[in-house]
């Protein structure tokens, strides 16, 4: 059965900078497209960037050019970089395996971690 297990939230200030990890255990997602997601309060879940097995990234444009996906698949551990902080990025922040070696919407990921709180204060 596999397992993702995100850590490195916490509250920061707007303007600063945090990293996202999540490890997989399990299985590999060796194949498979791998994305963060995150749920803001009073919202719905969306998608925030997502790492195709190609190596093609995407993301939601309200974090382009701050947030950076990345995978290191000889780990099976998926990161996000995130920088230049708003306090609308605050959310519950997911990790997220896919069936396939793309995707872009939630029902396109069948693993999902537990989650990890993330604070920006103004």
């Known amino acids: 059965q596999v397992q993702l297990v995100e850590s490195g939230g916490g509250l920061v200030q707007s303007g600063g900078s945090l990293r996202l990890s999540c490890a997989a255990s399990g299985r590999t997602f060796s194949g498979k497209a791998m994305g963060w997601f995150r749920h803001p309060p009073g919202k719905a879940r969306q998608l925030v960037a997502v790492?195709?097995?190609?190596?093609?990234?995407d993301y939601a444009d309200s974090v382009k050019g701050r947030f950076t996906i990345f995978r290191d698949n000889a780990k099976n551990t998926m990161y996000l970089q995130m920088n230049s902080l708003k306090p609308e990025d605050t959310a519950v922040y997911y990790c997220a395996g896919g069936r396939n070696p793309s995707g872009w919407l939630p029902r396109d990921f069948n693993s999902w971690g537990q989650g990890t709180q993330v604070t920006v204060s103004s």
């Open positions: 790492a195709m097995w190609s190596g093609v990234t």
